[in-house]
């Protein structure tokens, strides 16, 4: 019995299938038609590097925690204990999250603000060691801003924009205190208004189109992002267009924009990965910028408001 089991094990064992092949654990932190862009990019960019499921180069274990923070941490601690060769994280809550939850595993960010940004540095200023992939500062929100001024002209008193936050997102409260000051020297009154969830975002953007304002300027926030089709319709409905910093939004309705290409962003970083995984090593890489950044118009909302972009923006169906 005892050499009959002895066998059995030893063909298990035999059957068994080893392997080296790199396992990544994907962290959305919620679902989003712009958001998505990036996870696509990320991984086409991980297939044209010779790493995909399809041809058993790769392993994947995705996790969208659809707007749960404790949720998205669950996933985080479920891929530690799966001892995953590395995260891809998407957006910023994703980043975070991962950063708070391991120091050894290397994090690949997309969709995210810098480490200053995030408030992920240390007391001396030095981003977390395992964190890599692609980030963006908000230096790009003052061109898509500005834009507002130069296009929507108020014969009788300021030009008014609106704007909704979400005051626990640090680069929500860090674009909004950036674009405070622009709009002080645009001579543009910024009204804006608090939001700490997206089950508030409907009633306080229709407290916020009551204040009689020109525009809206949809900022880098995830809770903008996951509830845009919302804000967009109560915008509509009272005619007031909205403008962005994310090319992304312009292609859900938003009228322009000047930020970075989401999927570009995503491939930037699976890049990135697909070096690790060759090298077997994270050495000599580090987090870097986002290389590609573009204007854009939605060609249906710019001729609904009637609105005439400059010839640097390239038209979105």
Known sequence: MTGLLFALILLCD??????????????????????????????????KNGYSEENKTLKIIYRNAQGDIPKLALSIKYFISEKVTCMATCPSLSTITAIQNTRDIPVFMMVSPTPDLMKVEDKAGKSPSNLYGV??????????????PKLLKKENGKLTVGMIYNQSEPQSSEALNRIRQLANQLHVELVTLPVNSTAEVQLVTQVLLAKHIDAFFANPDNTVFS?????????????????????????????????????????????????????????????????????????????NFGIVLPANFAPLP
């Open 14 to 47: 035999c059957n068994s299938p080893k392997t080296n092949v790199p396992l990544i654990g994907f962290a959305d932190a919620f679902e989003d038609n712009t958001i998505s862009q990036a996870r696509q990019g990320f991984f086409d960019a991980l297939k």
């Open 135 to 148: 980030a963006e500062s908000l230096a790009y929100i003052d061109t898509s801003f500005s834009l507002i």
């Open 227 to 303: 509830s845009f089709e919302t804000i967009l319709k109560a915008c509509n409905d009272l005619k007031v267009p909205v403008f962005t910093s994310e090319s992304g939004l312009v292609a859900r309705g938003a009228v322009a924009a000047y930020g970075a290409d989401i999927y570009q962003w995503g491939y930037q970083a699976g890049e990135q990965t697909a070096l690790f995984l060759k090298n077997k090593s994270a050495k000599g890489l580090h987090w870097e910028m986002v290389k590609l950044r573009k204007r854009v118009y939605n060609v249906r909302a710019a001729k």
